[in-house]
């Protein structure tokens, strides 16, 4: 092989990647954390919500489910707009993040729910607890705990996902690695460190999510 | 100019399918094989094959499926040949798959109770015989239906492949919104077509757990 591998680039277009890396986790930051609500209002309503709005989110989970994000996106960023429902790329990509993500944490979080003893609802009405208030006091938490390694690796797929939003020209990190290999003319060595940074990134995350949970949940559960 | 009817659009994007359909299965046979021979190397008694096996594993799943792509593509240009993008596609889906699989597949080994090994071990069994006869059955009957629900990731991610420029159903869908200026139409068709293609995988892979979960509860 003639081929020699090539670096001396990086310094130049350090700014470039960097600029990137902040899109990206803006991306997942904004999509984990109004996902996973959207995820838990979803959960709440097919598990315990009424029985109409049970069905209507059920089809948007199936509906998600089952087709690519990419054409998701490519809905929400090209054809929403003929519908009157215009907004630039990063709010397009927000968006497709959240409502993926949201389908997703949704069936997860629902498990958890569901693996609720039936005691706890009981014991939340023998307190004259409302049925929601049962559920934002009593069953929420222990639920979340019990499924957040699952929600976790779902975070991470949804972040290394997030690499399609380019496809819309959102500025993330795969964007900037389209946009300096097609001045350096370096596209393997571009994409190599690129996806070095997203198995960091994955890696940090998993670690954040990780450290996030043992704060929210102090205790471990009771078996 | 031409006009397009919707049965042009359809007709065009259902032809796309086949690359889709065609795709998948490539990616999902390959993956299975290369996925199977991980999956020994990870469970297997070699030190170095856990180590490479773990790795694997670890790079792939930690990695967006697109770089994987675009490093097939401009990786195997460096070797000097013209990629064809569906050599490059193929290649790629078929490594991602064997990482996700193997994964899988290692969960569903190691769920077999420990009893089973002692219980085999103290029947005279070797390695070999174990796996063989008591622990691959059972574990086998278990990896059913995640399987089957990981085909449905394997489909969507063949959607991706688009990118480097391979034609298939979302190549044919932004294609077909060029020629039509019809967003709105041609890519709610596509999620559509998607959706017949995932859901029947998906919904047949929560009936057949359920099933398995039936069975078990009777043991």
Known sequence: MTYQFNFGWLAEYLPVLLGGIRVTVQLIVVGAVFGVALGIF?????????????????????????TPFLIQLFFIFFGLPSLGV????????NLAMIINLGAYSCEIIRAGIQATA??????????????????RHVVLLPALQRIWPALSSQIVIVMLGSSVVSQIAAEDLTFAANFIQSRNFRAFETYIVSTLIYLALSIL??????????????????? | MTE????????????ATRWTIVLSLVSFVGGSMVGLVLLFLRIGKGRAGQIFAKGYIELFQGTPLLMQLFLA?????????????????????????????????????????????EASASLGMGYLQQMR?????????????????????????????????????????TVMTNATFQPFLVYGLVALIYFALCWPLSKSSQLLERKLNVAHRNH
Not at chain 1, 118 to 135: V, Y
Not at chain 1, 206 to 223: E, K, N, S, Y
Not at chain 2, 80 to 108: H, K, N, Q, S, Y
Not at chain 2, 153 to 170: D, H, P, R, W, Y
């Open chain 2, 73 to 117: 593509f401009f990786g195997l240009g460096l070797l000097g040949i013209d990629v064809p993008a569906w050599l490059a596609a193929g290649l790629a889906l078929i490594f991602w798959t064997a990482a996700f699989l193997a994964e899988i597949w290692r969960g569903c080994v190691e769920s077999i109770a420990r009893g089973q090994w």
């Open chain 1, 42 to 66: 979803c959960a709440w309503a097919r598990a315990l919500g009424p029985k109409w709005l049970g069905a209507i989110v059920g089809a948007y989970v199936e509906m998600i489910r089952n």
């Open chain 2, 133 to 173: 006869y008591v622990v691959l059955p059972q574990a086998f009957k278990i990896a059913i239906p995640p399987t089957v629900g990981f085909s449905v990731q394997v489909v969507k991610g063949t959607a991706l492949t688009s990118i480097i420029g391979f034609v298939e159903l979302s190549k044919a869908g």
């Open chain 2, 4 to 15: 397009f009817s919707l049965w042009d659009i359809l007709r065009n994007l259902l032809l």
């Open chain 1, 86 to 93: 215009q907004m630039d790329e990063l709010t397009a990509a």
């Open chain 1, 205 to 223: 995350l998993r670690q954040v999510l990780a450290w996030t949970g043992r704060m929210i949940f102090p205790r471990r559960l009771a078996r």
């Open chain 1, 118 to 135: 039936k005691g706890q609802f009981e014991a939340g009405a023998s307190l004259a607890m409302s049925p929601f208030q049962t559920f």
